[in-house]
Structures are given as structure tokens and as C-alpha cells.
């Protein structure tokens, strides 16, 4: 997969993105970004990315992420009405948490379901798997953010 992206020969989606960047201990901003950043780091919204569609119309952005070690990064998400997202873990000791500004989210970690309500935060380990979904009737946005350790010596 590595060969066929280097040379231009595919496009990675989300889920590879993110199995690179954990097997680099890097957030996935780190791959999509060139040259150091300087200490203080202002960006605006040109800066974000869309990394997901869902069928529905949802979406979940990329809106910045710290460098490593101990990389974080800020997601926005909105899942419509019947749209789900993830399923695999990410590298050991990642942490994750997600604040619901509105709807509900059907939170599922190592195969346990979870409803969190509009203003609730739900914290978990990002190394077990896990999965987001709305099986709400209207639109569910999520703030959230992902540490990511250092790379394992």
C-alpha cells in the first residue's frame, strides 16, 4: 500500500491514513503537513480537512493536531441519522475523548455500547476498538480528540 501511495497509484481513505500515522506514532495532520511548525501556531479554516464523508452527508474533519511526542488532534464530526464510523483500535496507549455538542451518540468500545447525550463527554481507550454512530432521528456534531503516545522504541 506504502509503494502504490508513493507513487501516485492510489489515494488512502481514512482508515489507512490513520493505520499509517499509528504505525508512525504521528496524528494524521503529521502526514498531511510538510516542514517544522514554530512554536506558536495559529491556523484558520482553510487549514482543516475533510477526511470523512459519510452516505448520508456526515463528515469528520481534521481541524489541527500538536506534533509528537504525545501528538494530539481535534476532530469535528457530524454523523447523520443512520451513519456510523470506525471500528479498529489505534496504537497502544492512545487515549480518545468525545464531547457531543448536540444529538446523541452511540458510543461502542471493545463490543460494550455507550448513549452519549448531547453535552456529555465520553474519555476511553483509543487502543481498544471502537466505533461512532447516530441512531438518532436528527444530526449528531462531536468535538474530539485523540492522543496519541510516542512511538514505541
Given at each position: 500500500?506504502?509503494v502504490?501511495l508513493?507513487?501516485?497509484?492510489?489515494?488512502?481513505?481514512?482508515?489507512?491514513?490513520a493505520?499509517i500515522?499509528?504505525?508512525f506514532g504521528?496524528?494524521?495532520?503529521?502526514?498531511?503537513?510538510?516542514?517544522?511548525e514554530?512554536?506558536?501556531?495559529?491556523?484558520?479554516?482553510?487549514?482543516v480537512r475533510?477526511?470523512?464523508?459519510?452516505?448520508?452527508?456526515?463528515?469528520g474533519t481534521?481541524?489541527a493536531?500538536?506534533?509528537?511526542?504525545?501528538?494530539?488532534?481535534?476532530?469535528?464530526?457530524q454523523?447523520e441519522?443512520?451513519?456510523?464510523?470506525?471500528?479498529?483500535?489505534?496504537?497502544?496507549?492512545t487515549?480518545?475523548m468525545?464531547w457531543?455538542?448536540?444529538g446523541e451518540?452511540?458510543?461502542?468500545?471493545?463490543?460494550?455500547?455507550?448513549?452519549?447525550?448531547?453535552?456529555?463527554?465520553?474519555?476511553?481507550?483509543g487502543?481498544?476498538?471502537?466505533g461512532?454512530?447516530?441512531?438518532?432521528?436528527?444530526?449528531?456534531?462531536?468535538?474530539?480528540?485523540t492522543?496519541?503516545?510516542p512511538?514505541?522504541?
Amino acid at each position: 500500500m506504502l509503494v502504490a501511495l508513493e507513487q501516485g497509484r492510489s489515494n488512502p481513505n481514512l482508515a489507512t491514513l490513520a493505520r499509517i500515522a499509528d504505525a508512525f506514532g504521528v496524528p494524521v495532520t503529521r502526514l498531511l503537513e510538510g516542514a517544522d511548525e514554530a512554536v506558536v501556531r495559529v491556523t484558520g479554516p482553510s487549514a482543516v480537512r475533510v477526511l470523512w464523508h459519510g452516505p448520508a452527508g456526515g463528515s469528520g474533519t481534521i481541524i489541527a493536531a500538536t506534533p509528537p511526542p504525545w501528538a494530539a488532534e481535534l476532530w469535528r464530526w457530524q454523523l447523520e441519522p443512520g451513519e456510523e464510523f470506525g471500528g479498529e483500535a489505534h496504537a497502544p496507549a492512545t487515549r480518545e475523548m468525545t464531547w457531543v455538542e448536540s444529538g446523541e451518540l452511540t458510543l461502542t468500545v471493545a463490543g460494550h455500547r455507550y448513549q452519549v447525550g448531547q453535552g456529555e463527554c465520553a474519555r476511553f481507550p483509543g487502543d481498544l476498538q471502537h466505533g461512532y454512530a447516530n441512531h438518532g432521528h436528527r444530526r449528531a456534531v462531536l468535538t474530539m480528540v485523540t492522543v496519541i503516545p510516542p512511538a514505541a522504541g
